[in-house]
């Protein structure tokens, strides 16, 4: 017979995962709707260009918030923790913030502006990154 303190323990770990994994999933449809609603007062204010780069964003964080949760059940599932959907996540990120900076810095473009210097550097290390992770995984798929 297993130890009742351990067992219970794994128990209220998969209830916490479980509960997790609601709350996260709640939170993505809730976010969906509200992006959507947002994009809609956004576009009917006439400006097309920017709900949709809005409602761009908020969907790419729905699919990283729906990619926790793929990670937390397969986790609640087979009790081990992959690092493929975190990369996964990362690439998202990384699209995600990539469409925020150059929506942002897209009027006022001035080359010598420190800012806008950080702004380049930034995007730089997002456009490394993304083939970055692109490798990890394929690395790991092969293991």
Known sequence: MRNFPA????????????????????A?????????????????AGDLGQAVIHL???VLLALMIAEIIYTVARFS??????PE?????????????ML???????SGIDIGNPH???VLLELALLILGIPLF?????????R
Not at 85 to 97: D, E, K, N, T, Y
Not at 100 to 106: Q, R
Request: proline share 1%.
């Open 116 to 118: 806008y210097q950080a």
């Open 100 to 106: 925020v900076i150059t929506a942002e810095s897209a």
């Open 77 to 82: 599932r087979e009790g081990s923790l992959e």
């Open 7 to 26: 067992s219970l323990l794994e128990r209220v770990e998969a209830a916490i995962y479980l509960t997790a994994g609601y709350v996260l999933a709640f």
């Open 56 to 58: 761009l964003d908020r």
């Open 28 to 44: 993505a449809a809730v976010l969906l709707g509200y992006a959507v609603w947002e994009a809609l007062h956004v576009f009917t």
């Open 134 to 142: 692109a490798l990890a995984i394929r690395l790991i798929r092969r």
């Open 85 to 97: 959907p975190f990369l996964v996540i990362g690439v998202i990120a990384s699209v995600r913030r």
